[in-house]
């Protein structure tokens, strides 16, 4: 005999099921990819890093082609792309990535391919005319510019160009900051004195500075002491407001050069303690204080994800993970691969809850927190980038994967600047081997396909 579900009964699961629906159709529906296109086949032989920048209606990318070197393309929006090689020509080191800015006047500026190499660097001589790049020789002092790693373009607050670079190597490094004076198309350096100092026992390993909702810029560094990675210690913080005076969080005035001794240390990690330099990252709560996402060994050896805010006036760390018999033993030198784990900054939610994402292995972890204690209430299935892109990358290279047997990694980097004018965002894509520790592999793979999606 079947039993008659009632009336309201299959009202109640109805609208359920329809307020599942729409609000899965809500946390996806900002994840659409409403077009795709294949800029041009790149190297694959190795892992390295393009780049993709969106200022108003102008687009640029630089990447390394199928035959290494070193290309750069600018179109405007939904136009077709004007493509420009440059003297520049890729090794075997994952660390040699290329990056880019304008500068106020829309002249392109554009460096990379260094690790503990001589300055490579070229400029337009005319605006946003990727076909007037040139290569600059030095930038401030040819001295200093001969072992030059970590490139990385700023905006200040007035709009002012900023690089900076490492100068040295790993473990003995200083950092350096470069500003641009667009009429007279000249560098200078930012600081009298030497930002950072290791004194000859460590260099600093940097994320940022990233400007946060209160309009500051903020620095996050490791300390590592060798050429091996297991050295990384002392999560450090510093703050300014335009990149030239630093502060602590406590608004006490840093004496540059930085040193070990004069540093605030947010999270006192030892050598050997599971903290790699590129796994530091920061975000903001919702009141704009800084908050930083890190791991480490727990008591039990375990590698945990760790978050760490001000509370007073010291900082407090959460443990927001609870592995058991998962741990990360790291170390030696050049580029470790793949890392087995990648956390990323914390995000606001809503008035009450923060999340970080956190990547293990293969899968995306999202840990929701309660944004005052920073408990974590739940840990969720998530994705870093909209999950259609992966498919979209593997279709256009599926002559690659079908033409060897050698292990391949996707890769998806979401461009810098600005947005498409639909809201969404972009992002590129493509298939490489992994690292190999800098060194070269045995089989040198077929190019691969770099692609560019819009969302929305």
Not at 299 to 322: F, L
Request: glycine share 8%; charged share 25%; proline share 5%.
């Amino acid at each position: 005999m079947n039993a008659l579900i009632p009336f309201k009964t299959l009202r109640t699961a109805f609208l359920i099921c329809l307020l599942l629906i729409i609000n899965a159709f809500k946390s996806h529906a900002s994840d659409e990819v409403i077009h795709s296109e294949a800029i041009d086949t790149v190297w694959s032989a190795h892992r390295i890093k393009p780049f993709l920048l969106t200022r108003g209606e102008h687009q640029f990318v630089a990447y390394f082609d199928a035959n290494r070197q070193m290309t750069v393309a600018h179109r405007m929006l939904g136009k077709p792309w004007r493509f420009y090689k440059v003297d520049s020509y890729l090794g075997w080191d994952s660390h040699n990535y290329v990056t880019m800015e304008l500068d106020k006047s829309g002249h392109l500026h554009v460096m990379g391919n260094m690790h503990g190499d001589p300055i490579e660097y070229f400029r337009t001589s005319k605006p946003f005319q990727v076909r007037s790049l040139q290569r600059i020789n030095v930038m401030v002092d040819r001295v200093v510019e001969e072992r030059m790693t970590y490139p990385i373009f700023l905006l200040n607050k007035e709009g002012e160009l900023i690089v900076k670079y490492r100068d040295g190597g790993s473990g003995n490094g200083n950092e350096i900051y470069n500003i641009y004076d667009t009429e007279s198309k000249k560098w200078s350096k930012l600081h009298q004195n030497q930002f950072l100092d290791g004194e000859g026992k460590m260099s600093g390993y940097f994320e940022g500075p990233v400007r946060g909702p209160d309009g500051d810029f903020h620095l996050i560094w490791v300390w590592r002491n060798t050429p091996n990675a297991a050295t990384n210690h002392s999560l450090s913080y510093a703050k300014s407001k335009d990149l030239i005076s630093w502060t602590d969080s406590n608004d006490e005035s840093l004496a540059l050069p930085i040193t070990l001794d004069k540093t605030e240390i947010i999270a006192p990690v030892p050598p050997f303690g599971g903290m790699i330099n590129g796994n530091v990252k920061i975000g903001f709560d919702q009141n704009q204080n800084p908050i930083v996402t890190y791991h480490k060994y727990d008591e039990k050896g375990n590698t945990q994800i760790y978050v760490t805010r001000k509370q007073g006036r010291e900082w407090k760390s959460q443990q927001i993970s609870s592995w058991t018999d998962f741990r990360w033993e790291f170390g030696g030198s050049g580029s470790l691969g793949k890392f087995l784990i990648e956390p990323f900054a914390a995000e606001v939610l809503d008035e009450n809850l923060l999340a970080v994402k956190v990547r293990k292995n293969d899968d995306i972890f999202r840990f929701i927190l309660d944004s005052k204690t920073l408990n974590t209430i739940r840990v969720e299935k998530s994705h870093m980038h909209p999950p259609q892109i992966d498919g979209i990358s593997q279709a256009s290279n599926r002559l690659l994967e079908n033409s060897t047997s050698l292990p391949l990694e996707q890769h998806v980097f979401e461009g810098k600047g600005d947005g498409s004018p639909s809201g969404g965002s972009y992002y590129l894509s493509w298939i490489s081997q992994p690292g190999n520790r800098d060194r070269a592999h045995v089989i040198i793979s077929a190019p691969s396909v770099l692609m560019l999606h819009e969302t929305k």
